[in-house]
């Protein structure tokens, strides 16, 4: 006992050591990610874009945040990230993770017939008109998953979640998803840079709707980059340039079935996927 009592400074002076670097953007020791390691493997994403009445964004990002992250957490999915597109002032988007295909009917028959989604969901459907434009993904290989990132600290995280976070969505002609995926991927090394963390590599998953309460777009198949970028600056001097060569050369090889999309959203201020100066490129991928 004496000995645990003797340890618990030098406990206490670390945590506060690490909220101290963190308050003021500074590296701090990976270990953070130690409380997500259970949190992984998710196979199955939904990359979901609403849009909601005019003037109500910022409300329905207040019920959000508050009420729905951890209800998903609870049951088994991933509340990955959630954000506001720049540019297109009703738009908020987010991304949903399962275990498995088989995991999606149930965790969404739990939430959406359960007890936290009957309270809010007169006032919060009434701000969103349009919840339908829905990707059903997975991961391009094991190694290019959505990395589960520590939930936004209230203490030391006191401004939300920071950085902006960038996806790239091609459309690709259907059966030369494998040609194109491994012409995307070296056009991908090149995003590779300081300030950039690159988030996952997701391809559409082409299954039949388990869960038809919920739609799925049926348009595929479709090819999404996600990276977590560090500010601005970053993103308009260094970033944006290689995004838009890249777009270029990737339009260019005829295995689309038109334009690349670039979204540039903010995150909310409990988004888990933003900019954490602490994460290492070997856990964001």
């Known amino acids: 006992m004496k000995r645990v009592k003797r340890l618990l400074p030098g406990i206490a002076s670390l945590v506060a050591c690490t909220a101290m670097h963190a308050a003021h953007g500074q590296p701090v020791d990976a270990t953070a990610m130690q409380s997500v390691q259970h949190l992984h493997d998710f196979q199955v994403v939904e990359f979901r874009r609403y849009t909601t009445s005019a003037g109500e964004r910022a409300h329905f990002v207040k019920y959000f945040d508050t009420y729905f992250p951890e209800a998903f957490e609870q049951l088994g999915a991933m509340v990955f990230g959630q954000f506001?597109?720049?540019?297109?002032?009703?738009?908020?988007?987010?991304?949903?993770?399962f275990k498995d295909i088989h995991a999606r009917p149930v965790v969404n028959a739990a939430f959406y017939y359960g007890p936290l989604w009957r309270e809010h969901r007169l006032k919060v459907n009434a701000i969103l008109p349009d919840s339908d434009n829905v990707m059903l993904?997975?991961?391009?290989?094991?190694?290019?998953?959505?990395?589960?990132?520590?939930?936004?600290?209230p203490v030391i995280e006191e401004q939300g979640a920071q950085g902006i976070v960038v996806a790239q969505i091609f459309a690709v002609k259907k059966g030369h998803e494998d040609t194109?995926?491994?012409?995307?991927?070296?056009?991908?090394?090149?995003?590779?840079?300081?300030?950039?963390?690159?988030?996952?590599?997701?391809?559409?998953?082409?299954?039949?709707?388990?869960f038809p309460q919920l739609p799925i777009r049926s348009?595929?198949?479709?090819?999404?980059?996600?990276?977590?970028?560090?500010d601005n600056t970053t993103l308009d001097r260094q970033l944006a340039p290689r995004l838009t060569s890249a777009e270029h050369a990737l339009a260019g090889t005829g295995l689309l079935r038109g334009a690349p999309?670039?979204?540039?959203?903010?995150?909310?201020?409990?988004?888990?996927?933003?900019w954490l100066p602490d994460v290492r490129d070997e856990a964001t991928r």
């Open 84 to 97: 506001t597109e720049r540019g297109n002032p009703d738009h908020f988007t987010w991304l949903r993770g």
């Open 137 to 153: 993904l997975r991961p391009l290989q094991a190694e290019s998953a959505i990395t589960v990132l520590p939930a936004v600290d």
């Open 180 to 210: 194109f995926a491994k012409q995307a991927q070296a056009a991908f090394a090149d995003y590779r840079i300081d300030g950039v963390h690159p988030a996952g590599v997701l391809v559409t998953l082409d299954v039949p709707n388990n």
């Open 261 to 274: 999309e670039r979204i540039v959203m903010d995150p909310t201020p409990r988004s888990r996927l933003r």
């Open 219 to 230: 348009d595929g198949p479709f090819l999404v980059w996600l990276g977590v970028v560090r």
